[in-house]
């Protein structure tokens, strides 16, 4: 398998976790996002929407990180990264939905340019957006698995999975712009709980080989 990643992207940071969860061995591919590099040839040739990650799966070119995650649990089965009833699925697939469709996509990079570059804000205001709509989605998120019965070491039961897999990158991009996590004591609990793992800790960005 080849994965097409940013050490940054909190997209691509979900399925190194998956892989290495699953104890997957895989190509690393820098894509350098920041510089804009996902827009030229050739890597927007198997990219159309030009976004990280691309796994590469002998030949098939999966995207969307939360469908490759998926994709991977079907296809490596153990450790399972989903619970088995279709009731605990659902409630963990909700728990990864609430960050990657209510948080993610309003604070990631190509919003946040747009941002500051065509609206013209400035990085103060960039700044109060981008932990506002962390602020907001995590205080949902903190009063269910805080009052949830299925929540337990991790958002989900004492094994890490899918929910996690989605928390712990979201969390570490809220502390690099410096979002209080104090009215958030479950899910800094949790992430502290993944990222004493080997595998959380081999897919954090300063491991990867374009971290800067």
Sequence with gaps: ????????????????IALALKGLTYEYVPVQIARGLQFEAPYRDISPQALVPILDDDGELLQQSLAIVEYLDETHPEPPLL????????????????????IHPLNNLRVLKYLTGTLGLSEEQKLAWYRHWVTTGFTAL???LATESGTGRFCHG??????????????????????????FPTIVRIDAACSALPAFQQAAPARQPDAE
Aim: with cysteine; hydrophobic share 45%; aromatic share 10%.
């Design 142 to 144: 903190e009063r269910r």
């Design 1 to 16: 398998m080849k994965l097409y990643s940013f050490f940054r992207s909190s997209a691509a940071y979900r399925v190194r």
């Design 158 to 183: 004492d094994a890490p999975g899918y929910a996690d897999i989605a928390l712990v990158p979201q969390v570490a991009n809220a502390r690099r712009f410096e979002v209080d996590l104090s009215a």
């Design 83 to 102: 619970p088995a009833s279709p009731i605990e699925r659902s409630r963990v697939r909700s728990l990864a939905l609430l960050i990657a469709c209510e």
